[in-house]
């Protein structure tokens, strides 16, 4: 499989202010895709000109640049008027992702939940946005990384030292609430989020030196974090990852509060693979190396075929399971489990799953490291067919044990979809009679019956059948009475209908017990 990659550039170093951290990423990357049989090459955007690689027949890129030029879209650019493939999120996603002013506007817009904040502007009246925000506040630079140019702020007279310093690194400025809680990362890897990483530094400062140079800080995974949170966490931070329109890989990093809720702060979409990096941490907990996640990290390269010689551990059902048997789905996971997703591609799972009850259909994904995810779609039953089926609402006929009060369609093979149209049609038309339709027959002459259930069977014949109906239901209130009595309503007739087996009215019983 990294026999076919070619020639890799690992983008490296660059012009930003992380530049020391991307060096120290893109060394342990090369190092990594070396060992797995890569072809890679160290590649200094500053030292050199992009259209070098051109030149230079690379194949791909691997992008290891952290901040500015490599994590903006810059280089995502560049890369794309070349025509080389990258890894990570394209350039609209890192533009996005990068700017931490329009990533909240996203989030917000999107339901997801991120701290409240106020960017800096000439005339804003921070007593005003410190009585909403609070003491104390972060104040940042809404385009670097690494906790670079950030203060937290303690008091009111600290807040404009603390704005004007983080103008020396962006002059966009937002200032944020202090969220007072556990640090966690979710780490994102294809399209799976990774467990978190909880982080404790010295003093509660997870600054530049604590992040990369100095072994104090602490990095725990599991987090030890509440299951249920942990989930919501990791399904939040996928949610926040493909909002802002991200792929491949990428890093959300949230505060989780003493009460259990929590606020994402920001994403990368060129997480950090240092010695200190909580990606490799995450990806090392669920089975993953750093090498493997070296060459996973460049998943977008290939597609489906990043998984093809993985052997598939795990199968994971969504979707609509209320009615399926989980002991069909473990059998069908069972099947599954071992083979390689090269051989449990989508249409050799689809056919499987649909053999299973109730499973209409099913859309197949891999997920890292090594499970299918595959999402089920049900049938929802309409009506029955005969002694062991079922129609459902699209029409389709299927076998399954249903206990439920169904009305019953009969008609020829092949009918089902056509009586499923047209059953809200006759339920609408038929709704004035008072007693709902319990059977709808189709003829193999193609003459239409309904039966009510009060037992009255109703000859619609081949054509016009609503119109029929609604004549007959306006005309209910006048015939109920003799109706009721009837077996039979023949519709056939133009401009009328025919009641048939109508009974005798009952009589009342005479003065003494006779009747009259």
């Known amino acids: 499989m990294t026999a076919r990659l070619g020639k890799v550039a690992v983008l490296m170093g660059g012009p930003s202010a992380e530049r020391e951290i991307s060096l120290l990423s893109g060394n342990g990357v090369l190092a990594a895709l070396r060992a797995k049989g890569v072809d890679a090459h160290a590649f200094d955007p500053r030292e050199r000109e992009l259209f070098d690689l051109k030149r230079e027949g690379f194949a791909r890129a691997f992008i ?12 995502q650019g560049a890369l794309e008027v070349l025509g080389i493939p990258y890894t990570g999120s394209g350039v609209m996603a890192s533009a996005l992702a990068m700017d931490k002013w329009r990533t909240k506007l996203v989030w917000l817009a999107a339901g997801i939940p991120t701290p409240r904040f106020a960017v800096a502007e000439p005339g ?37 030292p603390a704005i004007a310093f983080a103008a020396t690194f962006d002059p966009l400025v937002i200032v944020e609430e202090f969220v007072e809680g556990q640090e966690l990362t979710a780490s994102v890897l294809g399209e799976e989020a990774l467990p978190l990483v909880r982080i ?34 990791r399904r939040d931070a996928l949610a926040a990852f493909r909002v802002l329109g991200c792929r491949g890989w ?59 010689r993985r052997p598939i551990a795990a199968v994971r059902f969504t979707g609509e399971l209320a009615r399926v048997n989980p002991a069909d789905l473990e059998r069908l996971a069972a099947g599954l489990r071992g083979r390689e997703a090269r051989g449990g591609a989508p249409a050799d799972v689809r056919e499987a799953a649909r053999r299973v009850a109730w499973v209409r259909e099913c859309s197949v994904r891999p997920a890292f490291p090594a499970t299918l995810v ?44 056509e009586m499923a149209r047209l059953w809200p049609l006759v339920g609408k038309a038929a709704a004035p009679l008072g ?9 193999a002459r193609r003459a239409w019956q309904a039966t009510l259930a009060s037992g009255l069977v109703i000859e619609l014949g081949r054509s016009d059948m609503e119109a029929r109906l609604a004549r007959f239901a306006a005309a209910w209130p006048q015939v109920a009475a003799e109706a009721a009595r009837a077996t039979r309503a023949d519709l056939r007739y133009p401009g009328g209908f025919a009641l048939r087996g109508v009974a005798p009215p009952e009589q009342k019983p005479a003065p003494g017990g006779r009747r009259a």
């Open 200 to 233: 404790e530094a010295p003093g509660g400062n997870y600054d530049y030196q604590n992040k990369y140079f100095t072994d104090d800080t602490k990095y725990h995974c599991p987090a030890g974090v509440r299951p249920d949170v942990e989930a919501a966490i």
């Open 435 to 443: 007693s709902p339709v319990t059977e709808l027959r189709l003829s």
């Open 64 to 75: 290891a640049l952290h901040g500015r030029f490599g994590e903006d879209g810059t280089v």
């Open 374 to 417: 595959v999402a089920v779609e049900a049938h929802e039953p309409l009506a029955r067919w005969d002694e062991t089926r079922l129609v459902s609402v699209r029409g389709d006929v299927f076998a399954a044990d249903y206990d439920g009060e169904l009305p019953v369609f009969e008609g020829p093979e092949g009918a089902a979809p």
């Open 124 to 160: 804003t009246d921070w007593a005003r946005v410190l009585d909403r925000l609070g003491l104390p506040v972060f104040v940042k630079p809404a385009h670097e990384g690494s906790t670079l140019g950030i203060t937290k702020v303690h008091t009111a007279a600290d807040l404009a």
């Open 250 to 308: 990428g890093r959300a990093d949230a505060m989780l509060r003493a009460d259990g809720t929590y606020s994402f702060l920001e994403m990368n979409t060129s997480p950090g693979m240092t010695g200190h990096s909580l990606v490799p941490i995450a990806a090392r907990a669920v089975g993953i190396s750093y090498p493997a996640l070296a060459v996973l990290a460049g998943a977008g390269w290939y597609g489906w075929d990043a998984l093809a």
